[in-house]
């Protein structure tokens, strides 16, 4: 329980980031290390917001002709040995299994048993392996455009891991599709990043922007990657989600090939794309504070919870039956077209330290019902976007009316919030001196970044995109797809460009 004239988290953001956001994870009960090195244990409020989020996503992809199947875990390692830029991309994060099962090693162990006759991967991604079941559906114009997604689990073995943004197993959708026309090809992967970027805004409530990634940091194997990049709150980019247009390069390598209208044999244009429970890492940290999680009402698990007050069990009778009132009424009410879901903590703890749970947790309405409350009929209202203690009372007979425009207020209220830190940390800058400036803590003991989102000009050579990386450790998030021909010199060489680029550190 957080005391008066203290925050609820510790360390604050301010103090140490990096902890304070596993610390948020903790308190907010979303997730957990488990004993595997690298891997984490989803507890159920994060798997409610990871359910809520893919439930978005999949209707929105429905929208679009998409539909959903699912592909094996396990992948021939000479599926990756078939296009050479994929395997050299993914070949450090792979992990492979060359055994069939354990033996008793007749010391009380267990070995490995027999060798595989062919060694798999345990899919980092899908490309390949999804890549021999279009080869087999596809075999006229006829059978395209072809659009498929799956939602599935990844593993990549990573070396440095944190709860949601990276860890060594992980979740999420991959969209995959193959299409007749170059063109059907880049229009399709344009059009997921039109609707990541929808979602990340109207439902997360995270302003982002759009662009395309520099050669060197786009997918292995790919003709092109589109990103969403977003700023966290110590400045931070953090990659959302990726759309990769894939030209024709995996269906050479899967002989993905088809009939053209023509009577021709024609290989597919191809693309992928997808996001991951990176999203909830994201909602933590655009939106956080130092109580804790702060959740947009759109994405969250629950949108309130009442809080029964009362001293004894007369009291508790009376409170109760008045509470279990409100509670119908509020039962009858829709919020953007899903029933409002509001859930009941009458434990056996005191109001403070109920209040406080969920404040980590962070529930967009908190609604507490005393028997002052019932004698008024009214509710006393705390939102999650005002810091505590900050509440107000609501006649009952109102709230069902009112409590979705309170939550719409929310949801703009934590967006507006979010961009506005964001713009006042987007700078443009064309002198060296002041980019290095920008980029370089104020002190050699300061853990985080001084900056922010730098755009500057960049003549498009690796060399200049290499030396922000070994001189700041900073990278070109993305190449902005709103940017303008604009003439001006690189921040590095003074070589003529023609458009600025988004430098920043990311995660």
Known sequence: MAKKGRTAISPTRAENYPLWYQEVVKAADMAEQSVVRGCMVIKPWGFSLWENIRAQLDRMFRETGHQNAYFPLFIPKRFFEKEAKHVEGFAKECAVVTHSRLEEDGHGGLVPGG???????????????IGASFSKWINSYRDLPLLINQWANIVRWEMRTRLFLRTTEFLWQEGHTAHATRSEAIEETLKILDIYTTFAETYLAIPVIKGKKTESEKFPGGEATYCFEAMMQDKKALQAGTSHFLGQNFSRASDIKFQSREGKEEYAWTTSWGVTTRLIGALVMAHGDDNGLVLPPRIAPAHAVILPIYKNGKEKEQVTAFMQEVLADLKKVSYHQTPLAVEVDDRELSISERNWQWVKKGIPLRLEIGPRDMANRSVFMGRRDHPPPEKSSIPVRDLPGRITGILDEIQAHIYTRALEFRDRNLIKIDRKKDFYRFFTPENEKEPEIHGGFALSHWCG????????????????????????????????????????????KGY
């Open 115 to 129: 060798p595989l006759n062919e060694e798999l991967i345990v899919r980092p991604t899908s490309e390949t392996i």
């Open 461 to 504: 050579r690796v060399e200049c995109e290499d030396r922000a990386k070994d001189d700041l450790k900073i990278s070109i998030r993305c190449i902005p797809l709103s940017a303008v021909r604009e003439e001006g010199e690189c921040i590095f060489c003074q070589r003529p460009s023609r458009e600025r680029v988004v430098f920043a």
